[in-house]
């Protein structure tokens, strides 16, 4: 319960408040990520970055009654004050430096004050920080501030309102605005939907995201009717009567960015969507014990199949025929252009590079200073790569062989917290459902692109992780 009685004393009522304070903090933060294009300028960070912090601040002053979440935050603490020991570790310049890259021994006689360090451009190394910092710090704040299931689906339901607003103003702007973006003339992706991003890559996997947020508070909400099969009975009970509004605007919200997401023309986006719903719509059609088969599925599943099989192949074979019907325009880009040959060039060259760099890397954030010296001949030289395409092998390329225990040891401590929910949730097991199917999608997609390295896409996919996670881990054994 998160309401206090009367008569409390004042120490015990200022953790209450510092939620409060906190959880708008966290709200503020999170438009400030994404409204402005992602936020991928200097100043946008620092609009974003300074509500987040102070929230993780905050944070840190009402520590979670649960152990399984507080054990959550300080792993997820313990990782990024690691990170950033690390990264600072790699900018640090000082004659003699043991690990300097072979770059600085190059240009010893050209600086001063001479030295060395692991990154081959340290500043640049230093400021990435302000990329990677505040989607951790926002994970660990939500986890602590939003530790019940009334406020973790009360942050769901703002990240599904700032979804559809999302595709709304993407939609609105693709048909009367399609020259522009937000206040400044529309330079590249024209004629596909980026709402207020640059990348409709970025904009395509945000959306994807969005909607599987919508339809866990679509699930909640009708598990809150306490009717069974609210969806087949939605005009027919009168008992329905009062959620019917609500119902209704979720459900038109779930289509418009379902709309909106296959106006991006994204391949990466849409086929990582996909291959997430392939194995989102199997586990809810196939959970027995949950409210959702009872409420959602049961009139429009069960009355058609006798078994769990069938019910499989019918939620697949929606999936399927939804994409095949509204994602023409993807899936003719994907059919006339092909797979972009110019990024396998690209990878070729960050792999060289991670190669002669394996131990230390080159530096976090370095990719644009050490790629042109990797470049292959025969790549695309009209174009122009500020990012390899593929979050893990970037991640490789500035971290060194490091990256990878921690990226292993990160996606076990994820995916572990929401099986948790799997096992020992049985009216919200469908939000562990969703969480798993977003760590999939976005997964998928950073193989291909660098969605993750927009701070305001990372900061939707943390603040919906952290939710699940809350939600999974309320019932978790002591």
Not at 211 to 234: F, H, M, Y
Not at 461 to 475: E, H, K, Q, Y
Request: hydrophobic share 55%; proline share 5%; with cysteine.
């Amino acid at each position: 319960m998160e309401s206090r009685s009367v008569g409390l004393p004042l120490a015990l009522e200022g953790p209450s408040r510092l939620k409060l304070i906190g959880r708008g903090l966290v709200y503020l933060g999170l438009l400030a990520a994404v409204l402005p294009k992602g936020s991928p300028n200097a100043i946008a960070l620092l609009a974003c970055g300074l509500p987040i912090g102070l929230a993780a601040l905050l944070a840190s002053m009402v520590p979670s009654r649960n152990p399984a979440i507080a054990a959550t935050v300080h792993y997820s603490m313990a990782l990024i004050i690691g990170l950033v020991i690390y990264i600072l570790l790699q900018s640090w310049q000082f004659p003699g430096n043991p690990f300097a890259h072979a770059i600085w021994t190059e240009m010893g006689p050209l600086i001063e004050p001479a030295g060395g360090a692991v990154s081959v451009e340290p500043s640049a190394t230093r400021l990435a920080l302000f990329n990677l910092v505040p989607p951790f710090l926002l994970y660990a704040a939500i986890l602590a501030l939003f530790d019940s299931d009334r406020a973790a689906f009360r942050l769901i339901a703002f990240l599904a309102v700032l979804g559809g607003c999302f595709a709304l103003f993407g939609v609105v702007q693709i048909v009367w605005a399609p020259h522009s973006l937000m206040f400044f003339p529309k330079q590249f992706y024209i004629g596909s939907l980026t709402s207020v991003f640059v990348n409709p890559n970025t904009a395509g996997t945000f959306l994807g995201l969005a909607s599987l947020v919508a339809l866990s508070w679509l699930l909640r909400t009708l598990g809150d009717t306490g009717v069974a099969e609210p969806l087949k009975n939605l005009f027919s009970d009168e008992t329905l009567r009062p959620w019917r509004g609500r119902i209704c605007a979720i459900c038109l919200m779930f289509g418009l960015v379902l709309l909106a997401f296959f106006l991006t023309k994204s391949r990466g986006a849409m086929l990582a969507t996909l291959a997430s719903y392939m194995v989102v719509m199997p586990l809810l059609t196939s959970g027995s014990r949950s409210s959702l088969r009872r409420g959602l599925f049961k009139g429009a599943l069960a009355d058609l199949t006798h078994s769990r099989a069938a019910g499989i192949a019918i939620a697949l074979g929606g999936v399927v025929l939804v994409s095949v019907l509204f994602g023409t325009q993807a899936l003719y880009r994907l059919e006339r252009q092909g797979v972009d040959v110019a990024r396998f060039c690209v990878y070729a060259a960050s792999w060289h590079a991670f190669a002669d760099n394996w131990l230390l890397g080159t530096g976090f954030g370095t990719f644009q200073s050490i790629f042109p010296s990797y470049r292959l001949p025969d790549c695309d030289i009209s174009r122009v790569f500020e990012r390899a395409h593929n979050f893990y092998l970037e991640g490789m390329l500035g971290l060194g062989i490091g990256f990878i225990p921690i990226a292993i040891l990160t996606y076990w401590h994820v995916i572990s917290n929401l099986l948790v929910g799997l096992r020992t949730r049985r009216k919200y097991r469908f939000v562990a459902i969703a969480g798993l199917g977003g760590v999939l999608l976005v997964t998928l997609h950073g193989l291909v692109d660098f969605s993750l390295q927009i701070p305001g896409m990372a900061a939707y996919f943390a603040s919906f992780l952290a939710a699940s996670t809350v939600i999974a881990l309320r019932r978790a054994p002591r």
